[in-house]
């Protein structure tokens, strides 16, 4: 939210009380034994006794939960009662220091210092990592703010409430992630809402908001709030990033990593690591469509089109039309279209393949599931006690009430059904139009902060039914909506893009601002959801779409099977559906890591090479693991401009060496820049066939560049994710 006008006026309807001195502080201890610093800031400077009086006083909280990370806590009225959702947040035991002298009092988590100023007239809080600056809240940062009425001179009662802060930024500080935002690569000068959103890949909405965003200076910043938090990001005021919510107090955490991957490293221990996908998933998916018409006779055909042409199929999904129309969702095949529901799914899993069926929380009227679920209260309600209804999707329509442990069982027993028939991943649709006006949860959740936190709780219940029915490590899900700690339900997808050049850059930006935002695994709808692409666009985002690190050829009203477009879609849908496969002893070693550390796969230019400057702002390619560049081409031309960092890098597809700054190049349906890096030693496994085998079975190792006397290991996993094979490769 804007509070200025420009940079001195406030604007007229608002009533700001800013932190400005440091009245005194204290150290704290929780019943566990934690250390905090509370230190007590005036709204105006006290110079006198009477100045105590008739002002606010803003109470800031520092705390640790975890090494190098340090928790600010804003308040202004301590007697306001709380109401969740919270973010979950996995905590350490840490000793902080506090140190104080004439002028300052720090709090230190490990190399991280919040160090305040004490000094009359001069309220700031600097924020250093080895004695360095990196950001500091100062003059007209901290704050809280009520919005007058319209009557001159008067206050809104309380309930209006605003707190807000900023934080300085660098001469060429670039602000990242913020969730999968399609708007430009950089955010600075955007003004970002966390408003979870269904509005496609075109708008500034956004299906997947994480209040969290990282710098190129080190560090990144989590805004501790699950409501509609506001982000400013050099745009009211050019030199800070400014967050608001609303209420009476605010809490964020400044995270020192050191480097881009450190900064995630520390925020995914916090918010959750990412559960690691089964092997199987990494394989092409094809899907139904949405309002195709099909049955077991059309989705064979196209199981049987796609191993007659050799092009390897890993996962089939039937979208929504599985279910009858008007009672989505009652998880009952449709008894015209599919009559023997179980047979077919044994068939299709004699052939190899698995099975994903689209879901979604809402709860048609005419489902037979609505009368069961309002009688039992498993719906979400009105504050007088109806049901909440909405003719918007469904006619009819209700929404589980995801804060009801019944409900969720209840829920999750309908779709164990489905999952012992045979189906064997979910696609967790919808999760962003979840109302705020005249709803009650029955848990008393805040309606304002569980709009975004639904899906949490949503995706999380249904990926812990997959993890019980399927076992540990055979989980997945194919996501739409998030928010902050959802990383650890892999995995998601974009959402529903255009059949353009244009949207596969917004597509492939998005993604690059989820690497950002901890999220390990993310996929898109290949050649995109809405219309119908041309032959060049579906090809061209094939070789993308095979190049992430999950792969789903899906669209709206038309199939997406590739001899609909034309024979060459045909042979590129093969070669680079054989190549990921080949590919996979390399992915899925990248897999463990993102699991493992946080780090994912799809990296930004910048978090592999932070010390290269031309990296800073790439947002048209990126590194697949550490290993290999992809550029994809965005132009019917077949042209692409790159960025190659330092070295001489080798094109595994042509064979090609190139070398460190820019190219522009062109390049046939057939190929891309697919450069693997210097120094490095690629692992190839021998089979073309599928994604889940065995990767030591005819494994190659492709050293390219190893200086002489280095050694590069390698370590090769099983499809469980355990190394069973370690190499060393000598330059």
Known sequence: ???????????????????????????????????????????????????????????????????????VRISHFAGVREKGPFFETFEETVSPAISETPSTI????????????????????????????????????????????????????????????????????????????????????????????????ASELAYKNIPFYMTNRGYGVFVEESSDVSFEVASEKVERVQFSVSGESLTYDIIYGGTPKGILELYTALTGRPALPPAWSFGLWLSTSFTTNYDEATVSSFIDGMAERDIPLSVFHFDCFWMRGFRWCDFKWDPDTFPDPEGMLKRYHDKGLHICC??????????????????????????????????????????LDVTNPAARDWYAGKLRDLLRMGVDALKTDFGERIPVKDVA??????????????????????????????GEGEAVLFARSATAGSQQFPLHWGGD????????????????????????????????????????????????????????????????????????????????????????????????????????MMRPMMLEFPEDPACETLDRQYMLGDKLLVAPVFASSGEVTYYVPEGTWLNILTGEKVSQGWHKDTFDFMSLPLLQRPGT???????????????????????????????????????????????VVKG
């Open 358 to 399: 689209w879901i979604n929380p809402y709860i048609g009227q005419r489902s037979e599931l609505f009368a069961e679920g309002a009688e039992k209260g498993y719906l979400l309600k009105k504050a007088n006690g109806d049901v909440w209804q909405t003719d918007m999707w469904q006619a009819g329509m209700g929404i």
């Open 497 to 600: 893009n255009s059949a353009s050049y244009i949207s596969m850059a917004e597509t492939l930006r998005a993604g690059l601002s989820m690497s950002h935002s901890g999220f390990g695994f993310w996929s898109h709808d290949i050649s995109g959801f809405e219309q119908t692409a041309p032959a060049d666009v579906y090809k061209r985002w094939i070789a993308f779409g095979l190049l992430s690190s999950h792969s789903r050829l899906h669209g709206s009203s038309s199939y997406r099977v590739p001899w609909l477009f034309d024979e060459e879609s045909v042979k590129v849908a093969r070669k680079f559906s054989r190549l990921k496969n080949r590919l996979m002893p390399y992915l899925y070693q990248k897999a463990v890591e993102a699991h493992e550390t946080g780090v994912p």
């Open 1 to 71: 939210m804007k509070f200025t006008n420009g940079y001195w006026h406030i604007k007229p309807e608002m009533d700001p009380h800013f932190a400005t001195q440091y009245l005194e502080s204290a150290v704290l201890t929780d019943p566990s034994g934690k250390k905090s610093l509370n230190v007590l800031a005036a709204t105006k400077p006290i110079r006198g006794r009477g100045d105590t009086l008739n002002s606010a006083t803003l109470d800031v909280t520092f705390s640790a939960p975890r090494e190098n990370i340090i928790r």
């Open 106 to 201: 720090s709090f230190t988590s490990g190399a991280l210092e919040a160090r305040v100023h004490k000094e009359a007239g001069q309220w700031q809080v600097d924020f250093l990592a080895d004695g360095k600056l990196l950001t500091f809240s100062g003059y007209h940062g901290m704050a809280h703010i009520l919005k007058k009425t319209a009557v001159t001179g008067s206050i809104v009662p309380p309930g209006d409430p605003y707190m807000t802060e900023s934080l300085m930024l660098d001469v060429g500080e670039y602000i990242y992630g913020l969730g999968e935002r399609f708007t430009p690569y950089i955010k600075n000068g955007q003004e970002v809402t966390m408003w979870n959103a269904d509005g496609g890949t």
């Open 441 to 470: 949860y029955f848990d008393g959740s805040d309606r304002l902060k569980m709009h975004n936190y639904y899906t949490f709780l949503y995706n999380q219940m249904v990926f812990n039914l997959l993890k019980e029915e399927r």
């Open 681 to 727: 030693v690629l692992p190839l496994g021998g089979c073309e066939e599928r994604p889940d085998y065995d990767y030591t079975d005819g494994l190659e190792l492709q050293a390219w560049e190893v200086p002489e006397g280095a050694e590069v290991v390698v370590k090769i996993p099983d499809i469980k994710g355990n190394t069973v094979m370690t190499k």
